[in-house]
């Protein structure tokens, strides 16, 4: 068969086999005839299956022909050329994609078998799953991305996916308030990304990644736009990557997210999702290059980053939020790697550390069992650590460097001052100007909803 | 001008007419539903036929076979083209899906016969191109919502106000166009008094409260119905487009923007859901408004794809919050339902069109979204990004109504709040078409832009005045058919 030949279809099938899955377990939910949880199963691990086979089959003939850059392109989904505007649909197998589109499928191939037994007759099980094909998808379409706007695509799945599995335990209010935090900081960086690609898109005329990275393939392209522009442009990337990888200020959501399911927690927030910034920081690495400022703002987000995390997770009382800020530390120095141009190192890092993280989540619900395990083989308990500067530090230093990790950096409350408290209560004055407005001109005292009763939780008949 | 095979105008116009003159005979009001039902599917299939008719024609505009309307009104009293032909099949597709998802417990409450009016008079102007015919018809649309508040013995001073503003500044400005020569620029008076009409009828802020208001006191499918169908955004593109200068666009297009951010701002700290899904109708609303009056071909397609786009997804999310106030009545919002468990199917599809209404990848309104921001950019470069804030902040009130309306607790109930089997259909068509057009979005896309360009094409011939051989020239070639506008 023709190389060419082999590379289209081979790709497509890769890019397809998430979405063929998410239509086989959505389309059945919206007319009520959600599948069974036998048939879930197998239609994961055939999706799982088709798709990583595909993508190694893919490395494999790469290997063998010597290609280091496979465009698969698909055309335009959108495209007016009067106008020289076009979504153009195009997917890249390179050095950098095709690590991450295995790991992708060997991840989430891991936690699709595993929730199958840890979610078994579990109310939201279909539910879980149909989120989990959105989350999958989505990484497909972000890792394989040839273009920016395919990027931004499977970008605003993986978000969404991400705060509806937060929120999986939806009877109770913390997993949905902190499932509505990260959208929160997810939106807040999704605008920040379409940003940078409507700039791009202005200052090239084009959304492809070879026309805005050079033509060279990764890590080797040089950027075409300007210093200034890079700085600009990468600037608002950087705020997108770091909404999305938690890197400071945006914190706070990651540890807040361990409260989905163990699964979702392993492959979201030890693994894939948490990596996804990072990506994007070594897909325009091209960028990062051109500005010294861009690059060193890159480096000092993951040092602080990096330190941060490692000081709030020393205090952690319970593992998934300790494994959460463990994950942030790597992330953290991953970005650091990245702004020192260490590309090779950070994506190795991601793949190593995405594996490990994986793992120790998944064993977190048998962390107890696993050490008694390790202390009887040991005979006795396991030795505690301590950093030499903690020995150092006078007793006020150490109550205050306690009391910042506990409350992890004060970061919630830094954003929700300085942002969020002023923006409600601006809209809140213009609310309430507005009914005092209405009232005046209809002649009434009061406007109906503001006597709309709460919620109470009992059986409606018995109200009346 | 090109014939329809058919009179489907005329058709669509008048039937639901008929459908209310049918619907005064019967007194129960089951029967008044049914009557309602199928009159006003009656007349989406005749708008849908207009606009397949209209599309086997490949021209710009056409008039109906056997003409009755315009030997009595005027060459453009009914006319279908390329920018009206799929807003009235959407338009009766609304009415059609408000009186099919009204469930019994309802029926009292929900003035058909009046909704049956309303489509009659909404149809009728989006049909209509003479100016002072969609003036005085825009004027008549207000009537069965004062009849409406009345009738519910709620005050209807504020919508009264406003809407007697609009239609005397509208009258006024379109009087004072009339008057003037048209080979001139038209004076700064009678486009400021157009504009500030337009931007009343719209909801901008500042003067929007009439919205609020009518959300707050008539039923929420009349307020949908009424508001849904963006006839300001219409009135705009055919009353003000084609006169006024780039500075009146500018205002609008600048006080629109404003309007967005401000609603969706609004939306995220709104404590009741009909006033949540105003401020979120306002934002949408506003954003189309946008992408219309920066007048770039780019901008224009944005906001027709984004009018298509977003009438879909606002009617499917007000049907469901609509079906969720039948069931449990009005909802706060400073408080968790979770009503989840009782309607998967209506939760999952006010996800669905919530996510369709911003722009989600994958839905309807995404192409649209993108090419607004694309056109907005390239007019107001900085100013343009409030754009993709406004899109933000939508996204965000949205998942947070959804998480307080239907998460946070257990909903109790002892019996079944499921979706009904007419719910069901209309949840069905809905999400066949805004994922549908999310899928496959180029086609509705190509549509928007061929209309934008012969809106452009018209505004052009318009502005005009100083070269008449110009302006002729423009006229022969719509005139032809647009043969040069549509391949």
């Known amino acids: 068969m023709d190389l060419e030949l082999f590379y289209r279809i081979a790709g497509i099938t890769t890019v397809a086999s998430p979405l063929v899955l998410l239509a086989l377990l959505g389309i059945p939910c919206l007319v009520a005839r959600p599948p069974s949880e036998k048939s879930i199963t197998r239609l994961i691990y055939g999706s799982v299956v088709i798709g990583l086979s595909t993508a190694v089959a893919i490395l494999v003939a790469m290997l063998i022909s010597g290609s280091r850059h496979v465009p698969i392109d698909l055309g ?116 920040a990304f379409l940003i940078a690609a409507v700039l791009m898109h202005h200052l090239t005329g084009a959304g492809d990644f070879e026309v805005l990275m050079g033509q060279g393939s990764w890590p080797e392209g040089v950027a075409s736009i300007t210093q200034t522009q890079a700085l ?49 920081l070594l897909r325009i690495s091209p960028i990062l290059e051109l500005s010294i400022w861009l690059s060193g703002t890159v480096v000092t987000l993951g040092l602080l980053t990096a330190v941060y995390a490692t000081l709030a997770g020393r205090v952690q009382a319970d593992i998934k939020t300790a494994l959460a800020f463990a994950s942030l530390t790597q992330v953290g120095i991953i970005v650091v790697e990245i702004g020192l141009g260490l590309r090779y190192i950070a994506l190795i890092h991601i793949l190593g550390h995405a594996a490990v993280r994986t793992l120790q989540l998944l064993r977190a619900p048998t962390l107890l069992h696993d050490y008694h395990v390790l202390e009887n083989a040991l005979g006795g308990h396991l030795p505690e650590s301590q950093i030499w500067l903690w020995k150092i530090l006078p007793q006020s230093s150490k109550r205050w460097f306690y009391l910042f990790a506990l409350e992890r950096g004060f970061l919630d409350e830094l954003l929700n001052r300085i942002f969020v408290r002023p923006f409600v209560a601006c809209f809140r004055l213009f609310d309430s100007l507005e009914r005092k407005w209405t009232n005046l001109l209809s002649g009434d005292t009061h406007v109906e909803s503001d006597a709309v009763a709460l919620h109470d939780e009992i059986i409606e008949e018995l109200k009346y | 001008m090109l014939e329809l095979h058919l009179p489907w105008l005329e058709l669509a116009v008048l039937t639901p007419l008929i459908g209310a003159g049918v619907a005064c005979l019967c007194k129960d009001a089951e029967k008044t539903r049914l009557v309602a039902i199928a009159f006003s599917g009656l007349a989406l299939v005749f708008a849908f036929g207009a606009w397949e008719d209209f599309n086997t024609l490949s021209v710009f505009e056409a008039h109906d076979h056997w003409d009755l309307v315009s030997p009595l009104l005027g060459r453009d009293a009914m006319v279908v083209d390329e920018f ?104 700064m008076t009678a486009i400021a008094l157009l504009t500030v009409a337009i931007l009343i009828r719209c909801g901008c802020a500042p003067l929007h409260c009439w919205m609020t208001d009518l959300f707050e006191k008539a039923t929420l499918g009349s307020s949908l119905l009424f508001v849904s169908p963006m006839v300001g955004a219409y009135a705009a593109v055919r009353l003000v487009l084609p006169v006024a200068p780039d500075w009146a666009l500018r205002i609008i297009a600048i006080a629109s923007l404003f309007t967005a951010v401000y609603a969706a701002g609004m939306a995220l700290v709104q404590m009741e859901s009909r006033r949540f899904f105003c401020y979120l109708l306002l934002s949408n609303a506003s954003l189309v408004l946008v992408g219309l009056e920066v007048v770039t071909p780019i901008g224009l397609t944005g906001a027709l794809s984004t009018w298509l786009g977003v009438c879909l997804s606002l009617t499917g999310f007000g049907l469901t919050l609509r079906a969720i106030e039948s069931r449990v009545g009005r909802l706060s919002l400073r408080d968790f339902h979770g009503l989840y468990q009782q309607m998967p199917l209506l939760a999952t599809f006010f996800l669905l069109t919530g996510l369709a209404i911003v722009g989600f990848p994958g839905t309807v309104g995404f192409a649209g979204v993108e090419l607004i921001v694309e056109g907005a950019v390239e007019v107001f470069p900085y100013v343009g990004m409030f754009v993709v804030i406004a899109a933000a902040l939508n996204g965000i009130a949205i998942l947070r109504a959804y998480f307080r309306l239907f998460t946070g607790t257990e909903y109790l109930s002892s019996f079944s709040m499921q979706a009904r089997w007419p719910e069901k259909i209309a949840v069905l068509i809905l999400s066949v078409l805004i994922i549908g057009g999310g899928v496959f979005p180029q086609p509705g896309v190509q549509s928007r832009y061929h209309a934008a360009k012969a809106i452009m094409l018209r505004r052009a011939a318009s502005l005009a005045h100083n070269l008449p051989t110009l302006n002729n020239q423009t006229k022969d070639l719509i005139d032809r058919g647009g043969s040069d506008v549509k391949p």
């Open chain 1, 76 to 191: 335009d989904w959108i495209s007016l050329p009067e106008e020289h505007f076009d979504f153009h649909l195009k997917f890249v197998f390179d050095r950098l994609s095709v690590p991450f589109v295995i790991l992708t499928y060997l991840l989430c191939g891991t936690i699709g078998a595993f929730t199958s037994r840890y979610l078994h007759r579990e109310p939201g099980y279909v539910r879980f799953y149909v989120a989990y094909a959105l989350f999958m998808l989505g990484m497909v379409c972000a890792t394989l991305a040839g273009t920016i706007e395919v990027l931004f695509f499977g970008w605003e799945l993986v978000g969404l996916s991400s705060a509806l599995l937060i929120a999986f335990f939806h009877e109770r209010r913390n997993p949905v308030r902190n499932g509505f935090m990260a959208w929160c900081v997810y939106r807040i960086a999704d605008a």
């Open chain 1, 232 to 280: 600009w442009i990468g600037l608002l990337l950087v705020v997108a990557a770091a909404g999305k990888s938690g890197l400071v200020p945006f914190s706070g959501w990651l540890p807040r997210a361990m409260e989905g399911p163990t699964s979702s927690s392993a492959i979201f927030y030890g693994a894939l999702s948490v990596h996804l910034g990072a990506y994007l």
């Open chain 2, 84 to 187: 009206n032909a799929p807003l009235l099949t959407l338009t009766a597709l609304m009415f059609f899906l408000t009186p099919l998802a009204t469930l019994r417990t309802k029926l009292k409450r929900f003035p058909f016969r009046m909704n049956l009016l309303s489509e009659f008079l909404m149809l009728a102007t989006l049909a209509c191109r003479q100016p002072w015919g969609i003036i005085v018809l825009m004027a008549l649309q207000t009537l069965p919502l004062v009849w409406e508040l009345r009738q519910r013995g709620k005050s209807s001073r504020a919508f009264v106000i406003h809407m007697g503003l609009f239609i005397g500044l509208l009258v006024a400005g379109w009087a004072m166009i009339d008057a003037e020569d048209a080979t001139h620029e038209h004076s």
